[in-house]
C-alpha cells in the first residue's frame, strides 16, 4: 500500500490525488482521499485506480485545509469496498481517518480480545483495530492514546491519522516501510516514497524515524515517541522490487541501488552470452548494472504492454498467469540465435520466470540464462509484501537446480544475501545493516506467535 497525508493547505484534495499517482504502483486495488475543513471529515474512496475512483469532479466534493489518503494493495483483509482506506470513524467525541502501510502481525490476537470487550469491526482490515485500540484507550488526550494502541501493536506500520484539528504520522519501531516528511510551501507532507514530493513539488525534509510520532498541526511539526526504536529493520524488497526508480529511501536512491545489486550479480558468477535483457519495469535498473559490469551489451529482448498492471497484484494464479502473457512480447529479431542473459528482480511462484522463458526459445533465443538480483525467497512475508505461503514459494522446497528445471532456463543464478545487502549500501550497524531478511533467512525482526495468520489468509 501507499499512504499519503498533507497539512496547512488550501486545496489539499488535488494535491494528494496527484500524490497518490506516484503511489500507485504501490497498490492497485482502490484508493481513497478523506479531507478535513477543520469540522468535518470527507471521504472519496472507490475500487480499482486512483484515475477511475476520482473522475467526473469527484475530488471539488473534497474542501479543506489538510488530507489523508491511500493506495491499497490488498494483502490483509481481501479486497471488496469497505477495506478501501483511509477508514473513517465519525464520532461526537473526535472523528478520525486512518490510512496504513503494513501489516500487524497480532491484528488477529487484539481483535478478538478487542470483541470481547464489545468492539464490533466493520471491515476485515487489520487497520481497524488501529481505531478501536486508541478510542478504548483511557488517557485523555488524542497522542497519548495513539501512543497506547502503537506500543501494542507488532508488525509493520507506517501509519497517517487525520482528526479535525491534526495529523499524526507514526513509524513502527523497526521502521519496516519507507515513510518521508516533507514540505511544500507553507504545508507538511507525508508519504510512502519520495517519488509523491517529486510530483507535486515538494521538498524532502527526511525519514519517519522507528518509533517516531509525528504530530503536525497548525503549530507545525512536533516530534515525539510511543517507543523506543527497535534493531532497524526496513523491507528489503522495497529496495530489491518494490519502491519507484526514482524514490529515495534514507537517502539511497532505488534505481541506484538496483544497478548495484546487478553489478554485484556480475561479480559473483560467470556466464558466456551475447545479451543481456531485464524484465521490466522493475529489472531494468538491474539489467543495466549487469551488463554494465559483465560487459554483455544491454538490449531490450523484452517490451512491456503499460496498458496492464502488476502481474503480481492480481489476487488469483489463473489472473496471474493471464496477466504475464497479455503483459509481456519479446522482441524476436533482437533475441533471435542469441544466448540470451534475462534478468529479474525476484522469483515468488516462478509463474513470470517460466514463461519468459518459454517465450524467448519461442522467439528463437539460443540460450536462456535467467538471473535473479536477489536471493531465493524461502518464507513468507508477515509484514504486508505478498510473499505468500510456504507452499506457493518455488524456493521454499526447491533447490536451484530444480528451480532451473521448473522454469525450463538453461541456469539459473540467485544474487548471495550478503551480496545483497552490501549492494544496497545501508550504512546501519548490527547483523543485518539495517534490514528485514525474513523472506529470505526465516529470521523475522518482531515476534511471531505460533498459528499466526499470513496476511492473506485473514
Ligand atoms: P513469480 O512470477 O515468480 O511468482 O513472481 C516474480 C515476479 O513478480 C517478478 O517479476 C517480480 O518483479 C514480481 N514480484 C516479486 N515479488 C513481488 C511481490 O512481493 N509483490 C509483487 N506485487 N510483485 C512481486
Ligand atoms: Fe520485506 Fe521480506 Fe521482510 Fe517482508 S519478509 S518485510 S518482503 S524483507
Ligand atoms: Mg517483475
Given amino acids: 500500500c501507499g499512504v499519503f497525508g498533507i497539512w496547512g493547505h488550501p486545496d489539499p484534495a488535488p494535491i494528494s490525488y496527484y500524490g497518490l499517482h506516484a503511489l500507485q504502483h504501490r497498490g492497485q486495488e482502490g484508493a481513497g482521499i478523506v479531507v478535513t475543513d477543520g469540522e468535518f471529515l470527507r471521504a ?4 480499482g485506480l486512483v484515475n477511475d475512483v476520482f473522475s467526473n469532479g469527484k475530488l471539488e466534493k473534497l474542501q479543506g485545509k489538510a488530507a489523508v489518503a491511500h493506495v491499497r494493495y490488498a494483502t490483509a483483509g481481501g479486497s471488496g469496498l469497505e477495506n478501501v482506506q483511509p477508514l473513517l470513524f465519525n464520532s461526537t467525541t473526535g472523528s478520525l481517518a486512518i490510512a496504513h502501510n503494513g501489516n500487524i502481525v497480532n491484528a488477529g490476537r487484539l481483535k478478538r480480545s478487542l470483541e470481547q470487550q464489545g468492539s464490533i469491526f466493520q471491515t ?4 481497524e483495530v488501529i481505531a478501536h485500540l486508541l478510542k478504548k484507550s483511557h488517557y485523555n488526550s488524542l497522542v497519548e492514546r495513539a501512543k497506547e494502541a502503537l506500543r501494542l501493536l507488532d508488525g509493520a506500520f507506517a501509519v497517517v491519522i ?9 513509524q513502527d519501531p523497526h521502521g519496516m516501510r519507507p515513510l518521508s516528511l516533507g514540505k511544500l510551501d507553507d504545508a507538511w507532507v507525508v508519504a510512502s516514497e519520495t517519488s509523491a514530493f517529486d510530483l507535486i513539488g515538494a521538498e524532502v525534509i527526511r525519514s519517519v524515524e522507528p518509533g517516531e510520532l509525528l504530530i503536525i498541526n497548525d503549530e507545525g511539526v512536533r516530534s515525539e515517541r510511543f517507543s523506543e526504536p527497535a534493531e532497524r529493520a526496513i523491507c528489503t524488497m522495497e529496495y530489491v522490487y518494490f519502491s519507484r526508480p526514482d524514490s529515495n529511501i534514507d537517502g539511497i536512491n ?10 554485484q550479480l556480475a561479480n559473483e558468477i560467470q556466464i558466456d ?3 543481456v535483457t531485464g524484465v521490466p519495469d522493475s529489472s531494468i535498473s538491474a539489467a543495466i548494472g549487469f551488463s554494465e559490469a559483465s560487459g554483455i551489451p544491454y538490449e531490450m529482448g523484452l517490451i512491456k504492454n503499460r ?5 503480481f497484484i492480481q489476487p488469483s494464479q489463473d489472473l496471474r498467469e493471464r496477466g504475464v502473457k497479455m503483459k509481456l512480447s519479446p522482441v524476436r529479431q533482437v533475441v533471435a540465435g542469441k544466448r540470451v542473459v534475462m534478468v529479474d528482480d525476484s522469483i515468488v511462484r516462478g509463474t513470470t520466470s517460466k514463461r519468459i522463458v518459454k517465450m524467448l526459445k519461442d522467439a528463437g533465443a539460443k540460450e536462456v540464462h535467467v538471473v535473479i538480483s536477489s536471493p531465493p525467497l524461502k518464507s513468507p512475508c508477515f509484514y504486508g509484501i505478498d510473499i505468500s505461503t510456504d507452499s506457493e514459494l518455488i524456493a521454499s522446497d526447491n533447490s536451484v537446480e530444480e528451480m532451473c528445471e521448473l522454469i525450463g532456463a538453461d541456469s539459473l543464478s540467485f544474487l548471495s544475501v550478503e551480496g545483497m545487502v552490501g549492494a544496497i549500501g545501508r550504512p546501519d550497524e548490527g547483523k543485518n545493516c539495517g534490514h528485514c531478511l525474513a523472506c529470505f533467512t526465516g529470521e523475522y525482526p ?3 506467535a505460533p498459528n499466526t495468520k499470513l496476511p492473506h489468509e485473514k
Fill in 44 to 47: 472519496v474512496k472507490g475500487e
Fill in 124 to 127: 476485515t482490515s487489520d487497520t
Fill in 162 to 170: 487525520l482528526t479535525e484539528d491534526k495529523l499524526l504520522v507514526a
Fill in 254 to 263: 532505488i534505481h541506484m541501488a538496483r544497478k548495484r545489486l546487478g553489478k
Fill in 273 to 275: 552470452a551475447d545479451i
Fill in 307 to 311: 496498458y496492464v498492471g502488476r502481474t
Fill in 446 to 448: 518482531t515476534p511471531i
